[in-house]
């Protein structure tokens, strides 16, 4: 019997333009009312996650930023695997060597010192992924990111390494020249403490070693007296493996890449056709 769900977000619980579709969402709400734990276990920061769930009427705990950090259904923060800062500024070195876009996220919040850059390589991104989308719906999106203040300007990232209040959770790096990210991954693999993985074939994502989703599930289910053989997962990409491999019952998405869809054995429907709610419902259901 499954008593814990958990979920990623982007090209899984979310639709290309960012929603919770209404069949997630009743999906969700009734694993509730049968005291199934849901949980969401994504790459973004904790703002961005809350934003979309407070759009939906949802609340949720979260597994945030690849597990860096934990909080509790009323945002608390519950623990954080924070990246060491010397290693952090390594990598960001690596980065901008190889002419790599890259964000910062914090304790604070995620920064970024090019916002038309932010908002252009979003865009380019989603389009490519999804090209039945209109580009002004995802223009909007991408700009939505910004002007809510999910993402911050910072003259230099700095600031963000040498200054104590700041937490260095994960740099998340994107380009679509695929020889530029190689290099940065090869870069990167010189430098000890880091988790490198991937949400999209164009961007890389660095945590530290303690801030995986898996190990951030596991200790999520084991403090609420729930085996990780109760539990299901649902993931379409490579930073939601480490969970993947450690649930009972993973899932891919219908849009998941082949070799996540390997891993899993089972497949729902894609993001865009409410996969994370038929899951949800066939499993109540079973």
């Given at each position: 019997m499954i008593k814990c769900i958990a979920t990623d977000m982007d090209g899984t619980l979310l639709t290309a333009t960012q929603q919770i579709t209404a069949e997630?969402?009743?999906?969700?709400?009734?694993?509730?009312?049968?005291?199934?734990?849901?949980?969401?276990?994504?790459?973004r920061s904790f703002q961005e996650a809350r934003f979309v769930l407070e759009e939906s009427g949802l609340k949720l705990p979260m597994?945030?930023?690849?597990g860096a950090e934990v909080r509790s259904e009323n945002g608390e923060v519950v623990s954080s695997s924070p990246l060491n800062k010397a290693e952090a500024r390594q990598a960001a070195?690596?980065?901008?060597?190889?002419?790599v876009y890259f964000e910062v996220y914090t304790n604070k919040g995620t920064f970024t010192?090019?916002?038309?850059?932010?908002?252009?390589?979003?865009?380019?991104?989603?389009?490519?992924?999804?090209?039945?989308?209109?580009?002004?719906?995802?223009?909007e999106?991408?700009?939505?990111?910004?002007?809510?203040g999910l993402i911050t300007k910072i003259e230099h990232y700095d600031r963000l390494f040498e200054d104590d209040q700041y937490e260095i959770y994960k740099l998340l790096a994107f380009s679509l020249d695929d020889d530029k990210l190689e290099?940065?991954?090869?870069?990167?693999?010189?430098?000890?403490?880091?988790?490198?993985?991937?949400?999209?074939?164009?961007?890389i994502e660095i945590t530290s070693l303690d801030a995986q989703k898996g190990i951030a599930l596991e200790k999520f289910v084991a403090s609420r007296g729930i085996s990780l053989q109760e539990t299901m997962a649902l993931g379409d990409n490579f930073n939601d493996v480490s969970m993947l491999k450690k649930v009972g019952k993973p899932v891919a998405m219908g849009n998941a890449a082949e070799e996540i869809k390997q891993l899993c054995g089972e497949v729902?429907?894609?993001?865009?056709e409410s996969g994370v709610g038929k899951a949800i419902i066939k499993v109540l259901v079973d």
């Open positions: 997630n969402r009743e999906a969700i709400i009734k694993a509730k009312e049968q005291g199934v734990e849901v949980v969401v276990a994504t790459g597994i945030c930023v690849n070195l690596r980065l901008v060597e190889n002419g010192e090019d916002e038309d850059m932010a908002i252009t390589i979003i865009v380019d991104i989603f389009s490519t992924a999804n090209p039945e989308v209109p580009i002004e719906k995802i223009a999106a991408a700009e939505e990111r910004m002007h809510k290099a940065a991954r090869s870069g990167l693999k010189e430098i000890s403490g880091l988790a490198v993985s991937s949400s999209g074939r164009e961007n729902t429907l894609s993001n865009e």
